[in-house]
């Protein structure tokens, strides 16, 4: 007789399969903070990628952003023992990572990236007017929508939209409450799609 899981026992399955893998990585985290570096070694592996991401997310250098996630890597390494929450290890990772490139992109002034077409669906449907038909064009006009937000609404919609990062990520990296990165993300997409609709003339449905 087969067994058939309830969907409340996959879910409760799937929890306490994410929670070994947060004790799996808190126990590294401890290790590593004691000077083990093949444990610190094993959270590079499983980091290094994500941060390149994060970085390339923002500029558009390839090199540079494989050597600005290295950098974040040796700061983390020289910075581990003032880690006291060691589940935290991923959200203080990812801080440092925004600060690191917050301050090389004003110091250095570096192109950051334009928005993927794609994200223009995110905010209004498919369907823009006579004119905004090129992948640059389109680009260009979600850019001029997202630079008249505020600068905090601006900051979290491009966490949350181009770089994936969760509600629980984004307030622990901005050092802010949960509920102000929601309130920010809800507040942002509805001025971007207002900018999008009446000044650029799309339709929009999607928020």
């Known amino acids: 007789m087969a067994l058939t899981l309830t969907c409340e026992q ?5 929890r306490r399969l994410e929670s070994r893998a947060e004790d799996a990585e808190a126990l590294l985290v401890r290790r590593a903070q004691k000077g083990d570096e093949d444990a610190f070694g094993e959270l590079v592996l499983t980091y290094q990628e994500r941060l390149f991401n994060f970085v390339l997310a923002r500029i558009r250098q390839r090199e540079l952003a494989e050597d600005i996630a290295q950098e974040v890597l040796v700061k983390a390494f020289f910075h581990l023992k003032r880690l006291r929450k060691v589940e935290r290890f991923k959200s203080w990772l990812f801080s440092i990572a925004h600060n690191h490139l917050r301050d090389l992109l004003r110091k250095r002034r570096l192109q950051q990236v334009d928005m993927e077409e794609s994200h223009l669906e995110v905010y209004v449907d498919d369907r823009g007017p006579e004119g905004i038909e090129t992948t640059r064009s389109r680009q260009q006009v979600v850019q001029d929508a997202l630079a008249q937000l505020k600068p905090e609404q601006r900051e979290v919609l491009i966490l949350y939209d ?9 307030a622990e990296i901005l050092r802010v409450p949960l509920g102000t990165v929601q309130s920010r993300i809800f507040y942002a997409r509805r001025r971007i799609k207002d900018v999008l609709v009446r000044q650029f003339g799309f339709e929009g449905s999607n928020l």
């Open 10 to 14: 996959m879910v409760e399955r799937e």
């Open 162 to 170: 181009l770089e994936g990062l969760s509600y629980k990520e984004i």
